[in-house]
């Protein structure tokens, strides 16, 4: 999940939404550049997109730089002396989750590291350069962006540790559903603009996901949060004996079914609506986990995991798609930013494939992988013991 603005364009200059109530389903289009009835085949992109996302997500960047020097003084305080991710938790102020997000941007910029003894300290470039004072501090010149809006929700986000609000008010979540939040994904006209969006990336990448996991032994797939279900097509597409169920939001399950019947795969996709911390899981042969835990925090990462694992068919495989951090959560920049853009708007952040496969070994799953699809995304699949 990307979009920082949403809901009032498609990304597209001359295209506006006609949206009098956000709660009806309407009889016209979204908009003529986003649904169309005669769609061409769920084939490959001639060229990665990839520096595309990589330059959007570029501001994240520039926002968690500024905040470490001008607002929690990240610099000055590591000149002191290196400190533990916990010690520098305490000294900010901050919960984990945020700390996590801000100190693997920083040191994916080279900015710090971590010593033989797990602390963290300033490298020689930040030594120089951005300890307040110091003969070639540049601290002063990225602070002339500290009250700039970016900047400013940036830093609000990390000290609250909570995603965006949907409304005003600061209450419930634009872009994550939980049971009792105010959320888009229960407003079909937002639902539906927020799903379509994410099927721009989708379309990218789900036939790069096809390829790599092969489920040609495979009768049924069972797709949480499958969204638009554009990966289940890509799939049922590549598999002609799989049946894949999607399981999401009423409201986003709208926009599911209109793209099973586009691209002619509706016998093979069946839609099922619910909670997926709570539905009770179908017996499948497959479970995909398609750039979902990233939207959640570890212990819900976790009791998601471990709810697939059990609904799998002896000898089932459970798939999770997503972008990965490094083991060391030192890297790689593109993907620390998107992780920090996942922060902002989930309760979640992007995770690392030894995080995803503890997970899954705990969940009694043994792992293979990560295998690379497109836009920084890998597969990594654990089978049932």
């Not at 994240?60 to 002396?81: M, N, P």
Request: hydrophobic share 40%; charged share 20%; with cysteine.
């Amino acid at each position: 999940m990307e979009p920082r603005y949403h809901f009032g364009f498609c990304g597209l200059s001359d295209c506006t939404i006609q949206d009098k109530n956000p709660d009806e389903p309407s009889s016209s289009s979204t908009c003529a550049h986003e649904k169309t009835t005669n769609m061409t085949p769920l084939s490959a992109p001639s060229i990665d997109p990839t520096a595309i996302f990589e330059t959007f997500r570029g501001i994240y960047g520039s926002e968690l730089l500024t905040a470490a020097i001008a607002h929690f003084d990240v610099f000055g305080g590591l000149a002191q002396q290196p400190r533990s991710l916990d010690e520098l938790q305490q000294d900010l102020g901050l919960a984990e989750r945020p700390v996590i997000v801000l100190t693997t941007a920083l040191r994916a910029m080279g900015l710090l590291q971590m010593t033989s003894t797990d602390k963290l300290e300033l490298t020689p470039v930040a030594a120089e350069h951005l300890i307040p004072g110091g003969e070639f501090d540049v601290g002063n010149y990225v602070s002339l962006s500290a009250n700039s809006t970016g900047v400013l929700e940036m830093v609000a986000r990390l000290k609250s540790n909570q995603p965006a609000g949907l409304s005003d008010d600061g209450e419930g979540a634009a872009f994550i559903y939980r049971d009792g939040m105010k959320s888009a994904m229960e407003k079909f006209r937002l639902a539906e603009h927020f799903t379509l969006a994410l099927a721009g990336r989708a379309r990218n990448v789900a036939p790069a996901l096809a390829e790599a996991v092969p489920l040609q032994n495979a009768e049924t797939l069972l797709d949480v949060g499958g969204g638009t279900g554009i990966y289940s097509i890509g799939f049922v597409r590549k598999n002609p004996q799989l049946t894949a169920t999607v399981l999401d939001r009423p409201e986003v399950l709208k926009t599911a079914e209109s793209f099973a019947q586009q691209y002619n795969v509706s016998d093979n996709v069946r839609l099922l609506p619910g909670d997926m911390f709570s539905e009770a899981l179908p017996p499948t042969d497959v479970v995909l986990l398609s750039n979902i835990l990233h939207d959640w925090d570890v212990p819900e990462c976790q009791e998601l995991v471990r709810r697939c694992a059990e609904a799998l068919n002896p000898g089932g495989r459970l798939v999770i798609h997503d972008v990965l951090l490094n083991d060391k959560l030192d890297g790689p920049l593109p993907i620390a930013l998107y992780s920090a853009a996942l922060f902002t708007l989930t309760e979640g952040r992007a995770y690392s494939a030894a995080e995803y496969e503890s997970w899954m070994n705990n969940a009694g799953l043994a792992t293979a992988g990560p295998v690379p699809t497109l836009i920084h995304c890998h597969a990594i699949v654990g089978t049932r013991r």
